[in-house]
């Protein structure tokens, strides 16, 4: 994720900036252009927003914006949603007038712009499901359990994704990545990985060359996936699944492996994107002006992983160890483990390619 530069005084924004807090002027981020932009908004309800200085034509706000100020993108003037392009995959909003709600829920929507963002950036634009039928079509439903009934599962069926809201509480979150032996547990890793199922589903076992190379690193996704799962929470992961896979939970089932490493993809494309746009590399620089679909090249991938992303994701942990803090990367990266990444590069290179 690069930064952002407000357009009327140039003082430095983040991705999630609704306002410059320098000069005031009222900020949009713009996917389409994929920059932030500045506008002068109308008092009238409903009216299109004039970008200032007459810098293009006017936008809408998201519709999420204008009822719950939970989302900062635009949607073009003359596109007929009301909606953002990451605001129209969300199938099912929780109840908001419940306590608390409200700010899980719009903690989740920030890390889906976040994904979406990420998406976008390599040629892949999830469109959303017009109907329960709708088989290439993305869902998010964000459920919230209710008292008495069973706890909401989050979890990925043919393009629709289950989110439990209860994982937008820290502490609930916290009890159970301890629960479960986790080294980290975001919204946003749960983001990725739910929508890796959803990639696989949509743009690799629709394509017999993407499903015979993903057989050949990841398995055979065809095995019995409740049997797969049910032994991983009976008998653990293998003693020396570090050597394999990104994580124990990658272990259980090709799914899985599949799933938990493409989010993890997906999770250095945007930190090394992060990296180069402030200036930070640490060995052996890869190009600022490389794009984000060249790194998804699987030729370059592994350089890219081991020579630049590594050095400053241990410089990072031994910043949090400095202030005693735990690290912020806990990961492992064996051969096979940069074997299986380069090969979730290619095949999302893939995609994005059949998708152009």
Known sequence: MRPYTCPKCQHSLFFENTECLNCGAILGFDPVGMQMVAFDPPGVPDAPWPLLADAGPPMQPCRTRLEYSACNWMVSDNDPQQLCQSCRLTATR??????????????????KRRLVYGLLRIGLKPEPKQDPGDDQGLAFHFLASQPGQPPVMTGHDRGTIILSLDEAD????????????????????????????????????????????????????????????????????PADWPQHYISSYASSHPHEDWAETCAHVLLVQDAVETAQSWGLSLSSPVANSQSSADLL????????????????????????????????????????????????????????????
């Open 297 to 356: 090249d699987a030729q370059s991938w592994s350089d890219l992983l081991l020579s630049q992303w590594l050095p400053v994701a241990q410089f990072l942990n031994a910043i949090n160890r400095s202030i005693g803090v735990a690290d912020s990367y806990p990961f492992l990266m064996p051969s096979q483990v940069v074997r299986k990444m380069s090969t979730a590069a290619r095949l999302l290179r893939g995609a994005a390619q059949r998708n152009a």
């Open 170 to 237: 820290s502490v609930h979150r916290e009890s159970v990545r301890s629960d479960f032996g986790e080294p980290w547990r975001t919204l946003l890793g749960h983001v990725r990985h739910e929508t890796s199922h959803y990639l696989q589903h949509r743009w690799i076992e629709t394509d017999s060359a993407a499903t015979s190379l993903f057989r050949e690193v990841f398995g055979d996704e065809r095995a019995d996936y409740g049997q797969a799962l049910a032994r991983h929470h009976a008998d653990g992961p």
């Open 94 to 111: 929780p109840d908001l007038s419940v306590a608390g709600h409200r700010q899980m829920w719009a903690e989740y929507e920030q890390a």
